[in-house]
């Protein structure tokens, strides 16, 4: 137990280190991946929390994690946008939206969220350690396998479900997913179970981003010429996503038999 209660706090200072790190190559405004990583560790930070999200400072800290993580998407979807639109060629549609980047990035660094999240991790590891002396960790194993087989539970029933929204399937898988990445040993999945559930995760992204791009179409005029290969590529991606589906659907059934 103790060492889950010393490891915790650890995985937290690597985080918060990354966050600086990508605050600064924010700065830079030539790094096409801090955005991206800011991202990632946000994430990775949420994983790490929401399975503790009973224990008040872990909840604080995780909302903090999620505001800037909602701050940050649509600017991230603006981003990945206008690298395609590079990549294919479409030089005045991605330039048209440079500037609307670099006032996102300005944003973001002056923004309140990323400030008290940074102020939010300085105090926690302090907080975590008072928690921690008080006993309220004495069952801290129990409670995070008993939330990770919550998100499990729940991800399996939306399976089932004939009218499944692909939305908040992606948004489930993902959060299983990222949970087996923070506690390997304390999740209650096969190697073949996380292999279907990133393959899973990989085809709803897919998808995601081509339905997105089709809504900033109908305003956007520039994107227009994309629109028949944007409709080609999410029909392809929601077949990819339905066959990840049936086979995660289908490995929990055998897991569970």
Do not use: N
Request: one cysteine or more; a positive charge; aromatic letters at 4%.
């Amino acid at each position: 137990m103790q060492g889950l209660i010393d490891e915790v706090p650890r995985h937290v200072l690597r985080i918060q280190m990354r966050v600086y790190a990508c605050r600064e190559r924010l700065r830079v405004t030539t790094d096409d991946e801090a955005l991206h990583d800011l991202r990632i560790a946000l994430r990775q930070l949420r994983s790490l929390l929401r399975p503790l999200a009973s224990v008040a400072v872990c909840d604080d800290l995780q909302q903090r994690a999620a505001e800037l993580g909602r701050l940050t998407g649509p600017l991230r979807d603006l981003e990945v946008l206008q690298g395609y639109l590079q990549q294919q060629g479409l030089d005045g549609a991605a330039q048209s939206r440079q500037p609307l980047l670099q006032q996102g990035y300005l944003q973001l660094l002056d923004s309140a969220q990323l400030a008290q999240l940074l102020s939010a991790l300085d105090d926690w590891p302090q907080q975590w350690r008072q928690v921690a002396s008080s006993g309220q960790l004495r069952d801290l194993h129990k409670l995070i396998r008993q939330r990770l087989r919550k998100d499990r539970k729940r991800l399996a029933q939306a399976l089932l479900d004939p009218a499944h929204d692909r939305h908040r399937l992606r948004l489930l898988v993902k959060r299983l997913r990222y949970a087996a990445e923070a506690y390997p040993p304390l999740v209650e999945l096969s190697g073949r179970t996380r292999m279907q559930l990133k393959q899973a995760q990989s085809a709803l992204g897919d998808w995601h981003d081509h339905w997105q791009w089709l809504l900033r179409a109908e305003v956007e005029a520039d994107l227009q010429p994309c629109v028949p290969a944007w409709q080609a590529a999410m029909q392809g991606a929601e077949q990819q996503a339905d066959l990840a589906l049936q086979a995660l659907t289908a490995g929990f059934a055998r897991t569970s038999s």
